[in-house]
């Protein structure tokens, strides 16, 4: 059912407000039948979209509040989360950021609500992935990250005001019985130290020919 305004050929057209057949509404700006323009469209289930449309598609600037009760503030494009936005998550974390076809993407900052702890830099389709900085309460760490986890040299920073240089190293996996069902799970990166040094300036390995 639809009340609102129509155009010339019978298409909404304007602001209207419509109950579609699944029990979602919508109420908003229409162009030549499509949700087009501003509204507000709530779902059966408790979610709920205030923002922009394009030919009945999330497109622009808008709102969406899940059902879990996380919230996503930011851009759209073609009902994707694409662009800049922030999302709150149901157990409180945040993510403020890139985004591309929905993940995280780009550059970005997640924060974990539980440790206060921030990840600080690169995303890749979703995954943590370049170089970063990862904030804890009194000291941090610079570095790359691949597949979410850090890998290869960076250095630990401790508000006392000293520095622990060294690398995060991939442990070679040891093999057991052939006869074993599943994979052996991927052993976490390990890390070395090299130096404690007083603070020093840090670049990524692959910018460092680049630094005067």
């Not at 921030?118 to 570095?143: S, T």
Request: charged share 25%.
């Amino acid at each position: 059912e639809y009340e609102g305004d129509r155009n010339s050929e019978g298409q909404r057209h304007g602001f209207g407000k419509a109950r579609l057949p699944n029990g979602d509404t919508y109420e908003g700006q229409y162009d030549s039948g499509l949700r087009s323009g501003h509204g507000t469209y709530r779902f059966k289930n408790g979610a709920l979209y205030t923002g922009d449309y394009l030919q009945n598609k999330k497109h622009g600037k808008g709102v969406f509040f899940y059902p879990d009760g996380s919230k996503y503030a930011g851009d759209w494009v073609h009902d994707q989360r694409q662009g800049y936005g922030e999302y709150l998550y149901a157990n409180g974390d945040t993510y403020t950021g890139e985004w591309a076809n929905n993940k995280r993407h780009g550059e970005g900052t997640y924060v974990y609500k539980a440790t206060g702890s921030k990840y600080v830099g690169c995303w890749v389709n979703g995954i943590q992935d370049g170089p970063a900085e990862l904030i804890h309460q009194n000291y941090r760490f610079k570095g790359r990250f691949l597949n979410g986890k850090p890998l290869g040299r960076g250095k630990f920073i401790f508000d006392i005001g000293c520095e622990q240089h060294g690398e995060y190293v991939q442990p070679v996996q040891e093999k057991e019985d052939e006869d074993e069902e599943e994979p052996p799970l991927p052993l976490e990166p390990v890390w070395k130290v090299s130096e404690i040094t007083k603070l020093t300036p840090w670049f990524p390995p692959d910018e460092e020919l680049l630094a005067p």
